[in-house]
């Protein structure tokens, strides 16, 4: 079976790590590299750390609009796609990058399989949540990190090549967290020890709006804690752009690779994120989060009161990141699966591209 995978943003490459070792066992896989995101530290180290062959094809997409950046991608996949001809193409998650890559398998009448299917915000202002609506109506295959994806597909009418496999992050996760313990020396680096609280933000919700970026590090800067803050690129214009500035105990430092990132998180108090998959990197680690949004596709984490939903103002972070803090659940639900998600992924994508094959060869001309 040959797979065509597209991915090109950073919680793409730790997704596709763990299913690309699978498949590569007994398959061939053709890599495609968007370019979406495009700096060393934040595509590059982790192909390095996640030990991810490096791209076939790089499509040199780099910033802009969603529109703009969008389209820069269609007309390259689609020569790709037509050259290659794959058994099907293989995309992740909900970025700009998933979703030109679903556009063009529709038009090429390609077979389309989605890891991380099923997953809703409801909130359509996201550009992700309409990426994800899309890559999902014409996939033929749907893989779902979790039962309530799988429920979500149903309520919109989506039932078949529905596969329940649990979730590849869990994959990534068990597959790393013991070597970042071992290995990583960014404790050190950084001088800092427990406990501290570690910071993402990243939104466009919280990034462009000035003052929702000085409310969230003003609650940061209440806290008493040290916050570590490894900052997005879009975040530090924004922050340079509004002339915020930073509470003295808010340390500002480049983005981090996986390894280095997997080790500040398992050990950190609480994570204060925007980032859906930080807040279940923190859930599987059973580091508390507290989540700087009005609603998360990753409801478990929250019902199971292990993440909290604030919105970006200074005293609901505070009161939320002491009640995280002080108050840990007892239990810990099994929600995303045993660490077995790529397996499972692999063994669908075979299934199908057999029953394919045979539905094809078996058709009269
Ligand atoms: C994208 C995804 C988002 C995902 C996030 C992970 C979409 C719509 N959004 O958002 O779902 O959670 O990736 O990080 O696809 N930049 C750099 N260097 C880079 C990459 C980006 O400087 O290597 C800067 C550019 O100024 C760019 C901005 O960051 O304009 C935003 O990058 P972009 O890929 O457009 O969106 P993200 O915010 O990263």
Redesign the pocket.
Known sequence: MRILTVIG???QFVKAAPVSAALRTAHEEYLVHTG????YN??DIFFEELGLPAPDLNLGAG??T?AT?TASMIAPLERAVIAQNPDMILVY??????VAAALVAHALDVPLAHVEAGLRSYNRTM??EI?RIVTDRVSDLLFCPSQIAVENLAKEGIREGVVLTGDVMVDAVLRAVETAKQTSMIHVTLGVNAPYALLTI???ANTDDPDALAAILSGCGGLDLPVIFPV???TR?AMDRAGIALPENVRLINPLGYIDMLCLLEAAEVALTD???LQKEAYILKTPAVTIRTETEWVETVASGWNRLVAPDAQAIVSAVAEAAHNQPETHPDYYGDGNAAERIVAALEAFVEEHHAERSGTPN
């Open positions: 943003a950073r919680p979406q995101h495009y700096d934040m595509s910033s802009g969603h950046q998650g909900d970025t700009n990058s998933t550009p992700e990426n990243h939104r466009p997005h690129p879009r214009v980032s859906g998959g």
